[in-house]
Structure formats: structure tokens, C-alpha cells
């Protein structure tokens, strides 16, 4: 008989505004959400709501597969996975971000040829376009 392994949990960086909003929608759909906020304040209200709050979001790239990106600025999302930040380094094989950041649209694609999976460039033209 094989054994049921636990769902890992949604991951939220940024929990803010829409990133409540988007915690909330999981939590009420029946899944469990991991997320880190620089905000305590952000970090304490989603707490009350259900939220495991993690230590940072190396923490949240380790412990979850899916992690939803709600930040407030592209410049913040830059430096958070590949300047000071560094999350793209805790990504791991098979990590799905989806990127909610109120942000320009333009360096998208630029966002994607620059993301490295296992030391790999991933070419743009690799990803599909998935409507949830």
C-alpha cells in the first residue's frame, strides 16, 4: 500500500494588499499557505488569518513548490530573486512562481531568459502560458 504523501503547502512572498487577498482566496479553496513578508505588521495579519509565516523567503522557496510573487514594485522583484535577495538560488527543480507584482510589463522576457533552474538558462520560449 503506498503511502499519501501531505500536499506541501502555497507559498506567498509578500503579503500585503493583494498578497492577503491572494492568501485568503487559497485558505477559503482548502489549502495550506506558507508566506514571509518584510512587514511585521503584514507578516502578524496574515498570521490571523491562517498564514505559516516562515523566517524569510529562502524559507517559503525551500518548503513550497508553488510560490505566488506579490511585491510592490519590479525593482523590489529584481533584487529579491536575483540582486540582495538571491531567491532564484532557493528555487529548486520544479519550483513554480507565479508573479503577481505590480510591476511594468516590459523586461518580462527578459525575466524569464535569465532564470536559472539547476545552473541551466531556461529559454522563453520553453514556458506556456497557463490560465487558472
Not at 506558507?34 to 505588521?41: I, N, R, T, W
Not at 530573486?81 to 511594468?104: F, N
Request: charged fraction near 20%; glycine fraction near 14%; charge should be neutral.
Amino acid at each position: 500500500m503506498s503511502e499519501r504523501m501531505e500536499p506541501r503547502p502555497v507559498g506567498l512572498i509578500g503579503l500585503g494588499l493583494l498578497g492577503k487577498a491572494i492568501a485568503g482566496r487559497l485558505l477559503g479553496a482548502g489549502f495550506s499557505v506558507a508566506g514571509f513578508d518584510v512587514s511585521e505588521s503584514a507578516r502578524e495579519a496574515a498570521r490571523g488569518m491562517g498564514v505559516a509565516v516562515l523566517d524569510d523567503h529562502h524559507a517559503v522557496a525551500t518548503a513550497c513548490d508553488v510560490i505566488f510573487l506579490s511585491l510592490p514594485t519590479s525593482e523590489i522583484r529584481q533584487d529579491l530573486l536575483w540582486g540582495a535577495g538571491q531567491l532564484a538560488r532557493s528555487l529548486h527543480e520544479g519550483s513554480l512562481l507565479l508573479d503577481t507584482t505590480t510591476g511594468r510589463p516590459t523586461g518580462q522576457r527578459g525575466y524569464f531568459l535569465n532564470w536559472r533552474v539547476g545552473g541551466d538558462v531556461v529559454n522563453a520560449d520553453a514556458f506556456r502560458v497557463l490560465k487558472l
